[in-house]
C-alpha cells in the first residue's frame, strides 16, 4: 500500500482564472487524477511530463472556492504535488500555496 500524502493548496488570482481551474478539476468525473489524466487541467501539453514533473503519480483532490480563493485538498500518492501547482501557476498566471504532511507508521 502507498503512502499518502496530504496536500492543501489555496490558489489566488483573478475570478474567472479561478472558475476556469476549478472547471477543469471538476471536469473528472470521479475526481481521481492520474498520469492518464493531467492533461485535463492545462490547455497546453503537457504529455511529455511524468509523475516526477508533477510530483506524485495520483492525485485525488476536492476543491471549492472560498473567499475569492481557490482551495483544493486531498491525498497524493508518497510526495506532495509540487510539480502539478508549479505548472498550474506558470500556466493560468495565479500563485499557490501548498501545504503538504507526509504521515509516518512506526510498524514496531
Not at 482564472?17 to 492545462?42: C, H, P, R, W
Not at 509523475?51 to 480563493?69: I, L, N, T, W, Y
Not at 510526495?79 to 508549479?86: C, H, N, R, T
Request: overall charge negative; aromatic content about 12%; proline content about 2%.
Amino acid at each position: 500500500m502507498a503512502n499518502d500524502c496530504w496536500n492543501k493548496v489555496i490558489i489566488k488570482g483573478d475570478e474567472a482564472t479561478l472558475k476556469k481551474i476549478e472547471e477543469k478539476f471538476n471536469s473528472v468525473a470521479d475526481g481521481f487524477f492520474n498520469m492518464n489524466n493531467y492533461q485535463t487541467l492545462f490547455d497546453s501539453d503537457v504529455s511529455d511530463m511524468d509523475e516526477d514533473d508533477f510530483g506524485s503519480k495520483r492525485f485525488a483532490p476536492s476543491v471549492s472556492m472560498q473567499d475569492g480563493q481557490l482551495l483544493i485538498a486531498g491525498d497524493s500518492a508518497w510526495s506532495p504535488v509540487i510539480g502539478l501547482f508549479e505548472r498550474i501557476c506558470v500556466e493560468y498566471g495565479v500563485e499557490a500555496e501548498l501545504e503538504y504532511e507526509e504521515t509516518y507508521r512506526d510498524w514496531e
